[in-house]
């Protein structure tokens, strides 16, 4: 009888137990107030680092733990485009968009500190006028700056240097039809290699355009690579022999919805080869890491995250990482570190942090969530420090910008464990596209058919010297024409 009485009581506490942990659960999964002090109060206090087991004991290691945790915004929604880590300091590209102002962008950069701390600031924009920022490379002070000038449905390009954040000069790039997509890279030779999406040659099709910027200033000619469907850049690296690569997606000369393009260059701007690579699903680059022997090439797809190309672009290694997509990857010294957006969405960490050889293979992996709907965009390190750089969303302020400073508390190796990063048996389909694509289009300014040069502020002097000369030259000439013709009536 006794024994009854305490096989009904544990059943009832039992029952108690579970009625309380639904109720929680589904608390937890359909209100975001209460989701979110759980993260915050509970989840993040008990995880507030993951941690391994030694290979030789019981005893649990932390490999990383929380240093400081910043947001930057205001009730703006600011969109994260690119962020670079120079010379100890971070820089930040993003868009800031006023919601009181029909929605209007301006181009804002920031750089901080180690710590976080904003050092410098400044927003680019004409009133009135909606700004985007695409991509952006720096060298010592100089920043250089891949933007768009939005215009009803038209878009222009918008190039410009800002020394110590100060506005130099800027490059409008304008046109008839829709210009978008810019990124840029500056070689070290001191040129801009600049690389964009455009819609200019009585096509359909939004075809890749490329230009170089001398460091003089000058443009003599675009480029235009002509496809049937539309060719989005995304990267450009610069090799050690002074060959640069753009990396992008493509759906004109591929296998599936979008495959990989590199398009390679010679130091001296002319194509070396233009290799096109993808699998019947979809796939875009979301990173590009460069190594001594090819390039390492990160993807959001779920049926492989890693392609390694050797430097002639042919595909060395596939691999895919179990846990979730690989938003970006960063190299530190012969090692590679990732992060990314978990898949479980159950988990009650959304962002991976991992770091692997130089051949991939797993050496450690953290698990973290510092806020509520959190996305990682990028990740950098050097000796004792990672920095994770994302973007978050609330309802009050909108998309904000984070940065996340972990401290490596020691160096740990993963043994006898399951990796979760492992090699994918996938046939990557490959396509050489010829050099008959290519449409050269020189600029002048007297030269407006296809593409019109133009500014904002100041053009650079050697741009604006010329310009200035061909002017003269285009009414010295159109003068003699008309003296002649008057000679001649009069005759």
């Given amino acids: 009888m006794n024994k009854s009485k305490i096989y009904i009581i544990l059943l009832s506490v039992l029952l108690v137990i579970q009625t309380i942990a639904l109720v929680l659960s589904n608390l937890y999964y359909n209100d975001k107030k209460f989701k979110k002090f759980v993260d915050k109060e509970i989840f993040s206090k008990l995880e507030i680092s993951s941690k ?45 968009v006023n919601s009181k102002n029909q929605n209007l962008g301006d181009i804002w950069i920031f750089k901080t500190d180690t710590d976080g701390t904003i050092i410098k600031e400044t927003i680019i924009g004409e009133k009135n006028v909606n700004e985007v920022a695409n991509g952006f490379d720096i060298h010592e002070e100089n920043v250089y700056v891949a933007g768009e000038i939005k215009k009803g449905k038209n878009s222009e390009l918008w190039i410009i240097k800002l020394t110590n954040l100060s506005i130099e000069w800027d490059i409008v790039v304008k046109s008839k039809e829709i210009n978008t997509s810019p990124i840029l890279k500056r070689l070290s030779n001191g040129d801009l290699i600049v690389a964009f999406s ?65 398009l390679s260059f010679d130091k001296n701007g002319e194509v070396k080869w233009f290799k096109v690579l993808g699998t019947k699903f979809a796939e875009s680059p979301s990173y590009v890491t460069q190594l001594e022997d090819g390039i390492l090439i990160s993807t959001l797809g779920k049926h492989f995250s890693l392609l390694k190309l050797n430097l002639e672009g042919n595909v060395e290694t596939v691999r895919i990482y179990l846990n979730g997509n690989i938003s970006s990857t960063f ?102 596209v010829g050099n008959e694509i290519i449409t050269n289009i020189p600029i002048s300014a007297t030269n407006k058919t296809v593409f019109e040069i133009d ?3 100041s053009l ?9 000369r061909e002017i003269k030259e285009n009414q010295k000439s159109k003068y003699k024409k008309t003296k002649s013709k008057t000679s001649k009536k009069n005759y």
């Fill in 52 to 96: 391994l087991k030694k290979t030789n004991g019981n005893n649990n290691i932390q490999i990383n733990e929380i240093q400081s945790y910043r947001i930057y915004g205001n009730v703006d929604d600011d969109n994260l485009s690119q962020v670079k880590f120079e010379n100890n300091k971070l820089y930040f590209l993003a868009t800031k």
């Fill in 455 to 457: 500014s904002v502020y």
């Fill in 460 to 468: 650079p002097k050697s741009l604006k010297e010329r310009f200035e």
């Fill in 331 to 432: 190299k530190l010294g012969t090692n590679i570190l990732s992060t990314g957006t978990i898949f479980d969405p159950y988990s009650p960490n959304n962002i991976f942090v991992f770091e692997s050889d130089i051949n991939m293979n797993l050496l450690w992996e953290e698990f973290f969530s510092f806020n509520y709907d959190e996305t990682p965009y990028s990740i950098f390190a050097n000796k004792n420090f990672i920095y994770v750089v994302g973007t978050s969303y609330n309802d009050k302020t909108l998309r904000d910008i984070w940065l996340v400073k972990l401290k490596k508390l020691t160096n740990v190796v993963l043994t006898n464990s399951i990796s979760n990063l492992i090699l994918k048996e996938i046939e990557i389909n490959q396509t050489n």
């Fill in 198 to 262: 455009t819609k200019n040659i009585n096509t359909n099709a939004i075809s890749l355009g490329v230009f170089r910027i001398t460091k003089e200033g000058e443009i003599t000619n675009i480029q235009i690579f002509i496809g049937s469907n539309r060719e989005t850049p995304l990267y450009i690296i610069e090799l050690t022999n002074g060959d640069y690569w753009i990396v992008g997606d493509s759906k004109s000369y591929g296998f599936g919805e979008t495959d990989i393009f590199v």
